[in-house]
């Protein structure tokens, strides 16, 4: 009986524990993940300007080019139009 009732009290004692936050990120771990994010920003500006180009070339509008994982771009279907009410 005594087993038992211990066994609950350490089971609501534990239930009660708030949960421990993640320590947070070391100054040069912040630091490079800033610098990373900065990097990818530029590359993905960089490949956007360069898709965007590609597009251009081929006649297709920005919004309808897509880059098929071949290299070959293909234009998708105009979105159709609602129907006015």
């Known amino acids: 009986m005594r087993t038992t009732l211990l066994i609950?009290?350490?089971?609501?004692?534990?239930?009660?524990?708030?949960?421990?936050?993640?320590?947070a990120l070391k100054t040069a771990e912040r630091m490079a993940?800033?610098?990373l994010y900065a990097?990818?920003?530029?590359?993905?500006?960089?490949i956007?300007?360069?898709?965007?180009?590609?597009c251009a070339?081929?006649?297709?509008?920005k919004d309808r080019?897509?880059?098929q994982p071949d290299g070959t771009f293909i234009a998708l279907p105009e979105p159709p139009k609602e129907a006015k009410k």
């Open 48 to 54: 956007d300007q360069i898709l965007t180009e590609a």
């Open 33 to 35: 993940l800033t610098d």
């Open 65 to 67: 080019c897509r880059l």
């Open 57 to 61: 070339d081929r006649g297709i509008s």
């Open 8 to 23: 609950l009290a350490m089971g609501i004692a534990g239930a009660a524990e708030q949960p421990k936050t993640p320590p």
């Open 39 to 46: 990097k990818r920003a530029e590359i993905d500006k960089q």
